[in-house]
DNA sequence: CGGCCAGATAATAATCATTCTCCATTGATC
DNA sequence: GATCAATGGAGAATGATTATTATCTGGCCG
C-alpha cells in the first residue's frame, strides 16, 4: 500500500506518544505494506520472520494501541476475526463475500456523501460504506464450478439491504 | 417496528420451509416487534417469560435458520455480539459509538445508491452503509458530564473514513 | 392405537477470537 | 548502576458462538 521507511514510523509511533520498540516498527510496518487489511493473525504469522519471539497477545496490544492512537482502523466483518487498515484517507471497501478479500474503494458519489443528519436527534460524524459482492477471481471461479451447486458460496454472510432486482 | 400476528409468521416460516414451532413463532415474534437490533443474547431474555425452557444455542439456531432463509438479516458491529434486523426493507443503520443503539435510517440519497461497481472486475451485489455518531440521549450525557473527561466515550470503536471537518 | 422417522430442541462440551494476569525486560532518568 | 514506568511474553481466562449428542414432538404407517 503504502512505503514508509522505519524512520518516519517511528515518528509517528512517537508523535502518538507511543513508545517505539521493535515490535511496533514491525508490526506497523507490515500493515502499511499490506493492502488486504490483515486479520491479527494473519499479521502474526506475516512478522515471525523478523520478531520469532513475538507472540500473538503482543499483536493485538500494538494494534489496539495503533488504533487508540488513531493511526490504524478497524474494517471488521460480521462473524469474522478483526481486520486492521492503515490507510488513514476517507475510503470505502469493496468485501468479496465468497473469499472475503478486502479492497479498498473510492468513488466520487460515495466520497461526497455528507454525514450531516440530525434525524432523531442523531448526530453523524462519520459513515461507512461496504459494498458487497464477488471479486473477480470468485466470479470465474463460481462460473467453472457452477455445477458444484454454488458450494463456495458461504451459507450465511450479509443479508443487509439486498439490491432488488430480481 | 412490525405487528405481526402469529399467523402470519407462521407463514412465513412455512413458505421458508421451516417448521413451524413455538420457539421460532416466539423468538421471531419478538424480533419483528423490536426495533433495537437484539443481541442473541437479549433475545433470549426477551422471551424467557414465554419458554422458560429455552436454550440459548437454540436462540442462535433460530436465527440462523430464520438468516439462511431470508427472513432476518444481521447487523453487526466490530467487537461485539452478533445484531439482528427483521426489517428486510433495503434501508441503512445510524450508529451510536457511545450507547451502540442502532437506528433504522432511510434517506433518499443513500437509497439511491447504485452498485454497479466493477472496479478491477468485482461485481457489487449489494450495499451498507452505516452511519457513526452520537444519539441524542448520549449527547446530553456527554454535555452533562463533560467535565469526566469523555469518559464514557469508549475508547476504540469504529475509526474508519472518519470525516475530515476539523 | 403404537412404533418409527425427521426435524427441532435442550444440555453440554468444544472452539475461536480476544483479553487478562502475572512476571520479565527494557529504556529513561536520577 | 538503581529505580520506575511502560512494554512485551506466556499462558490462562473470558465471552460469543458452534458442534455434539441425546431427547422430544408430530406426522405417517401398519
Redesign the pocket.
Known sequence: MELVDPHEIAIRLSRA????????LT?YGELLERDDHP???SLYHSVRDD?P?????????????LEGAGLISQV?L??????YDANLEPHHHLVCTSCRKITDFNDKKFQSLEVQHTESGFRAHSIQVQVLGLCELCQKALQTHKSDGEGTMPS?FYNTTEEKNG
Open positions: 506518544d507511543l513508545k517505539v520498540t521493535p515490535q511496533r508490526i486479520s491479527p493473525e520478531l519471539k513475538l507472540s500473538l497477545a503482543t499483536v493485538y496490544k500494538t494494534l489496539d494501541a471488521s460480521p462473524n469474522e476475526a478483526k481486520r450465511t
